[in-house]
């Protein structure tokens, strides 16, 4: 069994576990919220006191509970001036629109910068101008914009060039477009060098000379600043008397089913300005108005209201797939194009590439798994390979991290260079690490934030590289680690698991990262049925004191150690379960169900 350390003194193990089946105690988010059997037939008047304890333990205060209960622009959107170079950026992009020039818009290859790309190509279009968009290819190109790549955009006539979700640490490329004589508006989230790269503008709350009240924006996603953007650039041209009789201001409200994908798919924090971001982003995807996002949702077989995780699991990994093993456009085109033809073709080809992009995935996954035995005491796994695809390593990095409990960076090799993609634990920042590493001289090239990173490495800095991380980072893995635990909001019989308490818990959200999902524990139970379903999901049904029975399901479980006691050893035993309530609509009357996390013995 995993060994954790025991909880601290003066923290009280809930339900009594100390160390559960994966070797964790459990501890309360915040206060005590132990319904037990009185939660038996339903949650009643306790409603409103479970939504405010949701939010006091994700650090609201208390006499801001309103304004987090309903997260609302109006409550949580900055002025965009406060941003450095927010001002410039929106005064060339003005100067654009009113000119009638020639605009690029440069994206990265992923959901955010697909995202970014489409919501300015969309807000372009809608103020009068036709920007044309460039998506690099991930294979040839690699990460960033190129500065070959640039001095072509201008050689062929563009006058104007916005990198989103990228750019902040371009310098080369940047100088080559500013010698080629084209103006650079750097739209970005990413860590930033103390020296920033030559452009016109560069708006990114992560620069180290932002203000203060910039900074605290520091978690938002690109297509987040390139909302403010567009807010500032509207503003701009409200100034210069463009709206009127003939010309609408544009619906930037109808933008936010942009932002809201982005935002989810690159996991960015979901509190404060985010939260906000994606609550109002999900009623603008229940309209289904983007011919693109309709044909991306009918593609998933999603044919109720979006949820959030859906954006993170169903629509942005078909986005994804385009640039990670297709065609790097297919995002963009899909989520601007106005023939709904064309939509479905894309939509369906997304989903096609999907698929390869799973099975590709599950091979270079098992080959990186076979390296964790060598390094079983470095603070960060860093695993490489040849013939790897690159388009798969940022997924398998997250799944070794979970597998691991580590931070883990993934490496495809090739015989000139490797092509990595990293993904941390809450409390270790990998990004500021690999520019670190960058400026050590052990990477070619390198950035990225806290949860995720990406590098360029020559093969023969391997082992150096690992080194550099293992010492740079061991303590703040150490310390993260030790604190770990499983942290519940609930705990209740399983009468109490109800489709109405599944209401009252999402009430809360949206949730993601910054702002996690609620974990309730059920419990005591007896296993009344317990099987493998899928290719190593654990399926459960489990039934109470209560005379109330529930189902449960732990994803890839099987082999863990929790999956085996559940399946082989529950014969006459008692457990507590732990996880996440969901509704199960399969069927004549929805019913909750328990998302499997953790269990413990009760007896």
């Not at 640039?150 to 750019?167: F, H, K, N, P, Y």
């Not at 010492?471 to 030790?482: S, Y």
């Not at 993601?512 to 399926?539: C, F, L, N, S, T």
């Amino acid at each position: 069994m995993a060994t954790n350390p025991l909880p601290p003194p003066g923290f009280a193990a809930v339900l009594g576990v100390a160390s559960s089946l994966s070797g964790k105690a459990w501890r309360w988010r915040g206060g005590n919220m132990e319904l037990g059997e009185s939660a038996g037939a339903g949650i009643g008047g306790l409603d409103h006191s479970i939504l405010d304890q949701l939010l006091l333990t994700r650090g609201v205060a208390e006499d801001d509970l309103a304004r987090h209960a309903q997260p609302t622009l109006r409550a949580f959107l900055p002025d965009p001036s406060t941003f450095r170079d927010m001002d410039a950026a929106a005064e060339r992009l003005a100067h654009a629109v009113m000119a009638g020039e020639r605009v690029t818009i440069y994206g990265d290859y992923d959901v955010d910068g697909a995202t970014s790309a489409a919501l300015l190509v969309e807000l372009l279009r809608q103020l009068g101008l036709e920007a044309e968009y460039y998506i690099p290819d991930r294979l040839l190109e690699g990460y960033g914009p190129s500065g070959e790549a640039l001095v072509r955009l201008a050689e062929s006539g563009s006058q104007l060039i916005v990198t989103v979700d990228c750019g902040a640490m371009a310098h080369e490329a940047l100088a080559m477009a500013k010698r080629a004589g084209v103006d650079v508006i750097v739209v970005d989230h990413h860590k930033c060098a103390p020296e920033l790269p030559e452009a016109h503008a560069l708006v990114n709350p992560n620069r180290l000379d932002e203000s203060d009240l910039g900074a605290a924006h520091g978690h938002l996603a690109a297509v987040g600043v390139a909302f403010l953007l567009g807010i500032a650039l509207v503003r701009s041209l409200r100034g210069k008397g463009l709206f009127g009789a003939h010309r609408r201001e544009p619906e930037l409200i109808g933008l936010l089913d942009l932002v809201a994908l982005g935002t989810v798919a690159d996991v960015a924090a979901l509190h404060g300005l985010n939260r906000a971001f994606v609550a109002q982003g999900l009623k603008v995807l229940a309209r289904r108005e983007r011919i693109g996002m309709a044909a991306l949702m009918d593609a998933s077989r999603l044919t109720r209201a979006p949820q959030c995780s859906d954006l993170g699991f169903a629509l942005g990994p078909r986005i994804n797939a385009g640039g990670r093993i297709g065609e790097s456009t297919l995002g963009v085109r899909l989520l601007t194009t106005t023939d709904p033809e064309e939509a479905r073709e894309i939509a369906a080809q997304l989903s096609q590439l999907n698929e390869e992009r799973r099975a590709i995935e599950a091979m270079v996954q098992e080959a990186a798994e076979a390296q964790l035995a060598g390094q079983h005491n470095m603070a960060v796994q860093v695993l490489s390979g040849h013939g790897w695809h690159p388009g798969v390593i940022g997924i398998v990095a997250g799944r070794i991290k979970e597998k691991t409990g580590k931070p883990a960076v993934v490496i495809a090799l090739d015989e000139a260079q490797g092509k990595g993609s990293g993904r941390s634990i809450s409390g270790v920042d990998l990004g500021a690490a690999i520019i670190a590493a960058r400026e050590a001289g052990l990477l070619v090239a390198g950035g990225g934030h806290a949860m995720a990173a990406g590098l360029t490495i020559e093969p023969s800095r391997l082992a150096d590289f690992a080194e550099f991380l293992d010492m740079r980072l061991a303590r703040d893995v150490e310390r993260a680690r030790a604190g770990a635990a499983m942290l519940l909001d609930l705990a209740l019989a399983p009468g109490g698991l109800t489709p109405d308490l599944v209401e009252t818990l999402e009430a809360a959200g949206p949730y993601g990262v910054g702002w996690p999902a609620p974990r309730i524990a059920v419990g005591p139970v007896r296993i009344i049925k317990a099987d493998i379903v899928g290719k190593d999901h654990v399926r459960l049904v489990a039934a109470g004191n209560d005379g109330k029975s529930f189902k449960a399901i732990a994803f890839r479980a099987a082999e863990s150690e929790m999956g085996q006691t559940l399946l082989h050893r529950h014969q006459g035993r008692r457990f507590h379960l732990a996880g996440r309530a969901k509704i199960d609509d399969w069927g004549n009357r929805p019913a909750a169900e328990l998302q499997l996390e953790d269990a413990a013995f009760a007896d």
